[in-house]
C-alpha cells in the first residue's frame, strides 16, 4: 500500500478485543500504515465495539442469530465489509469458522491468531489442551483463514514456555502477549506487501 492510501482493515470481533486494542494503538503510533474501516461484531455487546467508538471507528453490529445457517451470514458480512472497501480482515477473537462465500471473497487477505502452535491443538481451549497434552512449549499462530478450523497458511509463530504450575488462566495471560505482537507485525507485513502465499507457504519478503 502506498503513503497516500493506507490498508484498509476490516476487523471482525465477539469479545474483549484487546487485540483490536494494540491494532489501534499501533496505528495510531504510526507503526502501521492503515486505517480501521470498520469493526463487526456479531455480538452487539461486545465490549471490542465500545473501543472502536472511543476511536472514532465506524461500528456495525452484525449478529449471526437474525441468519439461518453460516454461509448466508458470512455473504451479509462480505457485503458489509466491501460498502467500507476493505483490503485485509482481521479476526480479531471472532468466534465463528467462515464458510467459503467469505474465503473466496478476500482471497489471503483474511488473517487469524490462535493461542496455539498449530497444527497443534486446534479449535477451542487450545491452552488447557496444551496444558493436558504436557507439552513443555506452546504459543500462538498467526495464519490465513480457510474454511477449516486454523488450518489456513501459517504466517508467523511465537514461542511461549510452559511453567510447570501453569493453569490455563495464566498460561492464557502470557501467550496474549505474545499475540500482541505477533499480530501487529504480521498485519505490518501484509500492509508494506512483504507476505507471499505459495499454497501452504508463506514467504516473507526481507
Known amino acids: 500500500m502506498s503513503e497516500s492510501s493506507p490498508c484498509r482493515l476490516g476487523v471482525l470481533v465477539s469479545g474483549s478485543g484487546t487485540n483490536l486494542q494494540v491494532i489501534i494503538d499501533r496505528i495510531e503510533s504510526g507503526e502501521i500504515n492503515a486505517e480501521i474501516a470498520c469493526v463487526v461484531s456479531n455480538k452487539a455487546d461486545a465490549y471490542a465495539l465500545t473501543r472502536a467508538a472511543k476511536h472514532g471507528i465506524p461500528v456495525v453490529v452484525h449478529e449471526n442469530t437474525r441468519f439461518p445457517e453460516r454461509r448466508s451470514y458470512d455473504s451479509a458480512t462480505v457485503e458489509i465489509l466491501r460498502s467500507y472497501k476493505v483490503d485485509l480482515v482481521v479476526l480479531a477473537g471472532f468466534m465463528r469458522i467462515l464458510t467459503d462465500a467469505m474465503v473466496d471473497a478476500f482471497p489471503n487477505a483474511i488473517m487469524n491468531i490462535h493461542p496455539a502452535l498449530l497444527p497443534s491443538f486446534q479449535g477451542l481451549h487450545a491452552q488447557q489442551q496444551a496444558l493436558d497434552y504436557g507439552v513443555r512449549y506452546s504459543g500462538c499462530t498467526v495464519h490465513f483463514v480457510d474454511c477449516g478450523t486454523d488450518t489456513g497458511p501459517i504466517i508467523l509463530q511465537s514461542v511461549v514456555p510452559v511453567e510447570q504450575d501453569d493453569t490455563e488462566e495464566t498460561l492464557?495471560?502470557?501467550?496474549?502477549?505474545?499475540?500482541?505482537?505477533?499480530?501487529?507485525?504480521?498485519?505490518?507485513?501484509?500492509?508494506?506487501?512483504?507476505?507471499?502465499?505459495?499454497?501452504?507457504k508463506v514467504r516473507i519478503k526481507t
Not at 505474545?178 to 499454497?199: P, R, W, Y
Request: hydrophobic share 40%.
Open 172 to 200: 492464557s495471560a502470557r501467550i496474549q502477549k505474545a499475540e500482541h505482537q505477533t499480530f501487529t507485525t504480521a498485519i505490518k507485513l501484509f500492509v508494506e506487501g512483504k507476505i507471499q502465499v505459495d499454497g501452504r
